[in-house]
């Protein structure tokens, strides 16, 4: 397995071998599905929008929808404005949604498309709204196209009105599974927090089998929600690169405070999540989290002799693996690698705060890195395991190295739709994944007169 990727490293200025990131619509597909009735609409030939469509489709194994302008050479020349106005009508004639969201792809980015002249040129029927995010592929990564399509939903919806103050408090989930946002919002529930979160993926992408093909399923945040979060106290922006660009967009619009958190993996996060909306609410925290706080504290100090001073490689999207670093330390585990494939110094930044305050110091952090760049580090000095999404399966067969899914993509294993990661509740789920990753290894390879019964 990968037997063509040497040891020897030599520094690469113009090759990326096994990208540990994918290109900007698919995110803002992604964030798109979190709003109710929506058809996100990929505004460039068909094979980018199949593409996502098909990647998302693996990752939650649910119909994921979307529409296309299908560029020919000719719209490559003259421009996509014929097939996004006829896309539109034919949209609505033919599917029906309350909101279309496009998005753009590289191709229409570079003969510059104006994709907001053309909206405001279409005939869009009475009732129905459409937004539009420019998402060149040339530029970040996935993330980057999840938090530009999160910003034009506060641009180009959110309003502040006169004596309208809803009271409650904005929750941007950040690139996350739709169980995750369940578990926030059931988070925020439990502490009786009034909020609008979006978008919202669940029941969207994690539908029930009824029987029925629902094409716009019961989830996502309504166009009404949207509109009155210029209306709320404050702005929960989770994952500063999912997040934030909508958050202190929304501040400038509707003078809507921001508070930028992690994501809440891992206590800390957990901890620093559960204050806020408590600082900002004045409410106090439920007797149902504090158990749960608890019980995690709990298995935290069980199973602490199995995580000690073991190495972990860390990869993917940068707001789960700074949460998830910081929740690996507190395990007493160390991370070496850390590698994400988006770019922005902020990231190294952060991440280098959370290995000085734990006292690491040979972590090798790589933001725009690669997983070939990460296995040539793992045959010079080798780590006891891998953390990361499906594509790490090549390197942790490599080298015989367990492997604990998670992010994005993940192709090969379920529940992720289903169980979250975030939370009390998530990091226990977390610990269990690790936990057991590491004692299969242990009961498959160690010594007959080893092999325990109790570990
Ligand atoms: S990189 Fe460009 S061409 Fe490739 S899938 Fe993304 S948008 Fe489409």
């Known amino acids: 397995m990968l037997n063509a990727t ?46 996502h469509r098909m990647h998302l489709t693996r990752h939650y194994r649910d119909p994921i929808i979307a529409s296309t302008s299908s560029f020919t050479e000719g719209s490559c020349v003259f421009g996509g404005k014929s097939n996004l106005t006829q896309g539109l009508t034919n949209i609505f004639s033919i599917y029906n949604p309350d909101v279309v969201a496009i998005n753009t792809t590289c191709l229409s980015e570079t003969i510059g498309d104006d994709v907001g002249e053309i909206v405001r040129d279409a005939k869009v029927p009475e009732g129905k709204t459409v937004i539009y995010a420019s998402t060149p592929s040339y530029q970040g990564s996935h993330i980057t196209g999840f938090s530009n399509m999160c910003k034009s939903m506060v641009s180009q919806l959110a309003v502040k009105e006169e004596d309208k103050a809803n009271g ?32 919202d993926t669940s029941e969207v992408v994690n539908t029930p089998n ?24 404050a702005t929960l922006a989770l994952g500063s690169y999912a997040s ?50 608890g019980q995690l504290v709990d298995l935290m100090v069980d199973i602490h002799h199995h995580y000690h ?37 902020a990231f190294e930044k952060e991440i280098k705060e959370v290995l000085e305050a734990a006292e690491i110091k040979d972590c090798i952090v790589k933001i725009e890195g690669d997983l070939f760049g990460l296995h040539q580090m793992i045959k010079n000095d080798p780590v ?48 269990e994944k690790i936990s057991t990753a590491f004692l299969d290894k242990v009961d498959m390879e160690c010594l007959e007169e080893d092999f325990e019964l109790v570990m």
């Open 210 to 233: 009824t029987g029925k093909y629902e094409m716009y399923p019961s989830g996502g945040t309504t166009i009404a929600d949207i509109k009155d979060s210029g209306n709320s106290i």
């Open 6 to 51: 040497p040891k020897d490293q030599i520094e690469r200025t113009g090759l990326t071998i096994n990208p540990a990131k994918t290109c900007q619509p698919i995110g803002a597909m992604y964030a798109a599905l979190g709003i109710n009735k929506c058809l996100p609409h990929s505004h460039g030939s068909q094979g980018c929008c199949s593409f």
């Open 309 to 345: 001073n073991k190495k972990v490689a860390i990869y993917g999207d940068p707001d789960i693996i700074l949460a998830l670093t910081e929740f690996v330390i507190d395990l007493g585990m160390v991370p070496k690698y850390v590698i994400t494939g988006t770019p922005g110094k």
């Open 244 to 293: 934030q660009d909508a958050a202190f967009t929304l501040e400038k619009q509707c003078e809507v405070v921001p508070y930028v958190l992690k994501t809440p993996i891992g206590i800390k996060a957990t901890d620093a999540m559960v204050m806020n909306l408590l600082e900002l609410t004045g409410g106090s925290v439920s007797k149902e989290l504090e158990i749960e706080r």
């Open 168 to 199: 409650k408090i904005n929750i941007f989930p950040g690139f996350v599974e739709p169980s995750d946002m369940k578990e926030i919002k059931r988070i925020a529930k439990e502490l009786k927090i009034e909020f609008i979160m979006y978008p």
């Open 384 to 431: 006891d395991m891998l953390i990361g999404n499906t594509y790490g399966k090549y390197i942790a067969r490599a080298e015989n190295i367990p492997l604990v899914r998670i992010g994005f993509p993940i192709l090969d294993r379920v529940g992720h739709s289903f169980f979250p990661t975030v939370g009390y509740k998530g990091a226990m789920r977390l610990i």
